[in-house]
């Protein structure tokens, strides 16, 4: 395990832009995002979706899934900055400035 891969919180984000001209493209868009979803991923953006893990190797199986279910057409991208990282981003909504977003709680099963 790298020291610097599981020091702290990571967030991966999902960008795309995908085709929708067509319903068969459309279909496959609705599926990524679905997919997105499924794995526990929350849309910042239309186009972008994040989801927290305590380390980055915490994202690796999600990401595997991901790769799996590209969509046959169209972009994505796939990112991974530190929790640092991403409560240092200002964020404004209707020229008003939002608070910091603060990090996930972590659930317990037991």
Known sequence: M????DSGGMWCLVMFDLPVQTKKQRRAATEF???L????YAMVQ????????????GNR?????IKRNLPPQG????????????????RYINLK??????TPDLYVLF
């Open 2 to 5: 790298k020291k610097d891969e």
């Open 33 to 35: 995002r679905n997919i």
């Open 37 to 40: 979803l499924d794995l526990g």
């Open 46 to 57: 239309y186009s972008v979706y994040a989801r927290y893990t305590p380390t980055q190797s």
């Open 61 to 65: 199986t999600t990401v595997k899934v």
């Open 75 to 90: 972009k994505v991208r796939i990112l991974h900055i530190s929790d640092h990282q991403w409560s240092s981003a200002d």
């Open 97 to 102: 400035k939002e608070k910091t977003d603060e």
